[in-house]
Antibody, heavy 120, light 111 residues
Framework: QVTLRESGPALVKPTQTLTLTCTFSGFSLSTSGMSVSWIRQPPGKALEWLALIDWDADKYYSTSLKTRLTISKDASKNQVVLTMTNMDTVDTATYYC????????????WGQGTTVTVSS | QSVLTQPPSVSGAPGQRVTISCTGGSSNIGADNGIHWYQQVPGAPPKLLIYDKTNRPSGVPDRFSGSKSGASASLAITGLQAEDEADYYCQAYDSSLSGWVFGGGTKLTVL
């Protein structure tokens, strides 16, 4: 069974750096074609894609946020970590990680999400 | 403003057919770059409904179907049921942005 679980702080202050961890099981991020993506959703708003890391450690970032984002993986721990610098109140959202088992197959398994509030 | 444009809302009575459009451009839907659809009920993560334009993952009823024409994609739902009431999002890879984009989402109301 494939599962993903997001973890991280529920509250961060403006200008701080957010670090989120996606811990997964049931698949290997070393398998050819596999990747993990981060997506966020502000309250009452649409989904926004943030970043992706694939089996070959290639990284892709949202154009509008790439200067603030870093994605990395620890294959031995089955974890993908996303950091976002210089947090602002507009970054308040539920952050999801999701698996893509092949580039053409969509995000087939999602975590439950973790809610992050940015407030002083 | 989303790169992919969806109607904010659609509605239909039980048993009816509804369609949700997703309009993009030559760098995403027009380029045939992995077009997918997701269903999200309140309080839950999105669920993959259609992948690669027309394919249904295991467990998704055949009442849901996807299509594409030019730079637009569509999701059709036939035999509408109360449980279909949810938000629906399209997604595609955008080669000019070198990343994935979502539509703004469409809220489906079952009357």
């Amino acid at each position: 069974q494939v599962t993903l679980r997001e973890s991280g702080p529920a509250l961060v202050k403006p200008t701080q750096t957010l670090t989120l961890t996606c811990t997964f099981s049931g698949f290997s991020l070393s398998t050819s074609g596999m990747s993990v993506s981060w997506i966020r959703q502000p309250p009452g708003k649409a989904l926004e894609w943030l970043a992706l890391i694939d089996w070959d450690a290639d990284k892709y970032y949202s154009t509008s946020l790439k200067t603030r984002l870093t994605i990395s993986k620890d294959a031995s721990k089955n974890q993908v970590v996303l950091t976002m610098t210089n947090m602002d109140t507009v970054d308040t959202a539920t952050y999801y990680c999701a698996r893509i088992r092949n580039p053409g197959y969509g995000m087939d398994v999602w975590g439950q999400g973790t809610t992050v509030t940015v407030s002083s | 403003q989303s790169v992919l444009t969806q109607p904010p809302s659609v509605s239909g009575a039980p048993g009816q057919r509804v369609t949700i459009s997703c309009t993009g451009g030559s760098s995403n839907i027009g380029a045939d770059n992995g077009i997918h659809w997701y269903q999200q009920v309140p309080g839950a993560p999105p669920k993959l409904l259609i992948y690669d334009k027309t394919n249904r993952p295991s467990g998704v009823p055949d009442r849901f179907s996807g299509s594409k024409s030019g730079a637009s994609a569509s999701l059709a739902i036939t035999g509408l049921q109360a449980e279909d009431e949810a938000d629906y999002y399209c997604q595609a890879y955008d080669s000019s942005l070198s990343g994935w984009v979502f539509g703004g989402g469409t809220k489906l109301t079952v009357l």
